[in-house]
């Protein structure tokens, strides 16, 4: 459960009546997103609907019944978080921004690259890019889906190219464990090799290229690696 702190007010207001919750700002997106991810406890600062939190005022159940036709506090809290409104102080809404504007220009990096290098953007360049486009980070939209809109503005701006590389890894067989978990997902063939060694293949985004060698010499000093035309 969220301290009442770090909460923030959820409001919905219907038929000229005010119904509030405190709420934690970070899980609302995740909420509307999958609710089945997130519990209404860990959502939730307290378990009560409010008709004016900070003045410590409640509805009656009568107006609960009329506004939502339930007094169930899910039904309640869902359609408040899915049709109402987050109140975010100034200085919230800023963090909020600039922590979903990290994770966008991550993600771009992470993807794409420079068509004439095939390396990554520098993160500074795709930032201030994104600022010269005037985009504009919604801390309530997920990275997913502000991603494509930021690649379309910054297409003009700068060059990007959307690659997969294929690298092919040989590591010491001690290493095999920690190294095989982080690639797994992106293996596209192994095989143990006569001198005990371990060798692979993966397919990666062109921006990863240098970040999965990163990851995999942290977990192997003793490894060799290519890259695959």
């Known amino acids: 459960m969220v301290s009442l702190d770090d909460a923030v007010t959820a409001r919905l207001e219907r038929g000229g009546s005010r119904y509030e919750i405190l709420v934690d700002p970070n899980l609302v997106q995740a909420w509307k997103d999958d609710p089945e991810s997130v519990l209404l406890s860990d959502l939730l600062a307290t378990e009560e609907i409010w008709s004016d939190a900070k003045a410590g005022d409640r509805p009656t159940s009568e107006a609960l019944e009329g506004a939502f036709g339930s007094t169930d506090l899910i039904i309640c809290v869902e359609r408040i978080l899915s049709q109402g409104s987050i109140q975010l102080t100034t200085a ?23 068509p004439k290098t095939r390396l990554p953007h520098p993160q500074t360049r795709i930032e201030n890019a994104l600022s010269e486009v005037r985009f504009r980070a919604d ?66 985004p062109g921006g990863m290229r240098n970040e999965i060698i990163s990851r995999v010499a942290n977990r192997s000093s003793g490894l060799e690696v290519k890259e695959l035309d």
């Not at 919230?92 to 420079?114: C, F, G, H, N, P």
């Not at 003009?156 to 190219?161: A, E, G, K, N, T």
């Open 139 to 204: 801390p309530f939209l997920s990275v997913e889906r502000q991603v494509q809109d930021a690649i379309d503005l910054l297409k003009p701006v700068i060059p990007l190219q959307f690659i997969s590389v294929k690298l092919a890894f040989k590591i010491p067989g001690k290493d095999y464990g920690g190294v095989q978990q982080l690639l797994r997902d992106s293996l596209q063939r192994e095989q143990w090799l006569d001198d005990g060694s371990w060798a692979c293949v993966v397919e990666v």
């Open 92 to 114: 919230q809404r800023k963090q909020m921004v600039v922590e979903k504007m990290k994770q966008i220009v991550t993600e771009i990096s992470l993807t794409a690259t420079d």
